[in-house]
């Protein structure tokens, strides 16, 4: 099974800029679409940014969009989220996750990476 690990996550000040990373395990040869998640203490986990493995189309959440960019790199089977302008509702742990060609839904996870924005 593919293993999804995060990294980059960290404290900023608001307005700053984070780079996250997200490397699987394996080939991706069957992967439909990689995306990012987030969850921040007492709430449910929200949709952050979506990709298309194949083509590379994405698409992001409405609280995201013009400030968050994401990204992937079909050679090293990794994902990344460039967060700029960063506002302290940002703060959460950020997942990735994949979900594979005729499946639906988004059956693998990584652990998750805290990012944090101060006011």
């Known amino acids: 099974q593919v293993q999804l690990v995060e990294s980059g996550g960290g404290l900023v000040q608001a307005g700053g800029s984070l780079r996250l990373s997200c490397a699987a395990s394996r080939r991706t040869f069957s992967t439909y679409a990689m995306g990012w998640f987030r969850q921040a203490p007492g709430k449910e986990r929200e949709f952050v940014a979506a990709v298309n493995w194949s083509v590379g189309v994405t698409a992001y959440a409405d609280s995201v969009k013009g400030r968050f960019t994401m990204s992937r790199d079909t050679a090293k089977n990794t994902v990344y989220l460039e967060m700029n302008s960063l506002k302290p509702e940002d703060t959460a742990v950020y997942y990735c996750?994949?979900?594979?060609?005729?499946?639906?839904?988004?059956?693998?996870w990584g652990q998750g990476t805290q990012v944090t924005v101060s006011s």
């Open positions: 996750a994949l979900q594979r060609v005729g499946e639906g839904r988004y059956g693998y």
